[in-house]
């Protein structure tokens, strides 16, 4: 069965980085949307970063833009989320996630779609 396993989660101050990875197993080849996802207490969940694999393109929500890069190695079925000049307000857990199926392109960062989750890493930043 499909397992997605995070990790590098951590306590930093503003302005800051962090390294997060995902290793996914139990798929025979990439899924076609695989990414970032995070929840912060109170909030509900949103889209960080997502790759659709058929065209290696990359979605990035507009708060993290310019901040965070995805990048995934496929030798190592991992995916990474690099988090840079971090800010009080990317505290939350993160979840990486994968989807099996396609999507529509508005629908891409749409937590709701994806039917694989890892159980979380959580990133504070003070």
């Known amino acids: 069965h499909v397992q997605l396993v995070e990790s590098g989660g951590g306590s930093v101050q503003a302005g800051g980085s962090l390294k997060l990875s995902c290793v996914i197993s139990?798929?025979?080849?990439?899924?076609?949307?695989m990414g970032w996802f995070r929840q912060a207490p109170g909030k509900q969940r949103e889209g960080v970063a997502v790759i659709y694999t058929g065209e290696q393109r990359t979605y990035y929500a507009d708060s993290v833009k310019g901040r965070f890069t995805f990048s995934h190695e496929d030798a190592k079925n991992t995916l990474y989320l690099q988090m840079n000049n971090l800010k009080p307000e990317d505290t939350a857990m993160y979840f990486c996630?994968?989807?099996?199926?396609?999507?529509?392109?508005?629908?891409?960062?749409?937590?709701?779609?994806?039917?694989?989750w890892g159980q979380g890493t959580q990133v504070t930043v003070s």
């Open positions: 996630a994968a989807v099996p199926g396609w999507l529509a392109r508005d629908y891409v960062l749409s937590p709701n779609e994806y039917k694989f």
């Open positions: 139990g798929y025979n080849a990439n899924p076609p949307y």
